[in-house]
């Protein structure tokens, strides 16, 4: 160490923690990384929302909510002490000063995010926050997780084999005019399209994306991918085409649904179990593998 206090490896102090932003996918085990799972069952600090600590505690990477006493500190088989904290949306800002706090008291933290947390989840928040508050000495690292248009795809067969893109709907952050131009352009590109927070406009987002390609274009309505009944409104596929996807609102039930828009490509296949959708790589017969 050198007199500062600094590590002279790489400038981070050496009595600092590390801020883990940590992707649990859908959230159920089976779908967690043992990477987050570990770095979650280590970490001193887990700051995850109600639902995710559900979710975590249903194999025990988080013990049972009755150990946590009063402070939100609960003592692990191990003899350790762990602090869980609730995480809520209007907490953010919030949350991420806390996160600085414990790494700069020594404390590893994990800092829990659904689906993957570079995937519309709260890694650019947390590099936001730490510009914002000067927090260069905090350490922060990223641990990926399995992001809807991946589960959602593998629910319905294999609409990704070629390329694709997502486009969020949500206009919290950026403008319609901004989305509405970006699916314009996938839309002219060919790309498969994912959806993302279809709560929001996905009717005209449909319309927009109709006005480029055809109307046989098959499209996967997906819900809660991943998380069976443990969703908000449970997991189910439903396939239908371009032209009749906005017809079914019934079918677009919150945050938790994606929409996978196919390319003039993208067909339905069918064996004796179910229907699947199937995007070719391209260009390739059953010779040229």
């Keep these: 160490m050198s007199p500062d206090g600094h590590s002279s490896a790489d400038g981070t102090p050496d009595d600092h923690g590390t801020l883990f932003v940590v992707g649990i996918g859908p959230g159920l085990p089976d779908h967690t990384t043992a990477n987050a799972k570990r770095v979650i069952e280590s970490a001193d600090v887990v700051i995850a929302s109600s639902l995710y600590q559900t979710f975590l505690r249903e194999d025990g990477t988080l013990p ?12 692990r088989d191990d003899g350790s002490e762990q602090e869980i904290v609730r995480s809520t949306m209007g907490r953010q800002i919030e949350l991420a000063r806390l996160a600085f706090d414990r790494v700069r008291d020594g404390r590893d933290v994990a ?3 659904g689906g993957d947390p570079s995937v519309y989840g709260k890694s650019d928040l947390i590099f936001t926050m730490a510009e914002e508050e000067d927090a260069t000495d905090v350490p922060i690292e990223i641990v990926p997780g399995l992001t809807a248009a991946l589960g959602g795809a593998a629910n319905v067969g294999a609409p990704l084999c070629n390329d694709f893109c997502t486009v969020s709907l949500s ?7 901004e989305i509405e131009e970006k699916l314009r352009a996938a839309a002219i590109a060919d790309f ?11 009717e005209e987002a449909v319309e927009i994306v109709r006005q480029e390609r055809t109307d046989d274009a098959p499209v996967a309505i ?6 069976a009944d443990a969703g908000r409104n449970g997991e189910s596929e439903f396939l239908t085409t371009l032209a009749e996807a906005a017809e079914h609102d019934e079918k677009v039930s919150g945050m938790g649904t994606s929409l ?6 993208t067909k339905t296949w069918s064996n004796d179990d179910r229907t699947y959708l199937v995007t070719p790589r391209g260009g390739r017969d059953v010779d040229n593998f």
């Design 111 to 113: 800092h829990v995010s």
């Design 260 to 265: 996978i828009i196919g390319t003039h490509e």
């Design 222 to 227: 997906v819900n809660d991918a991943g998380r």
């Design 171 to 177: 206009d919290k952050w950026r403008g319609w005019d």
């Design 192 to 202: 498969v399209i994912v959806l993302y927070n279809c709560w929001r406009n996905y």
């Design 64 to 75: 049972p909510e009755d150990a946590v006493d009063e402070n939100g500190v609960v003592t």
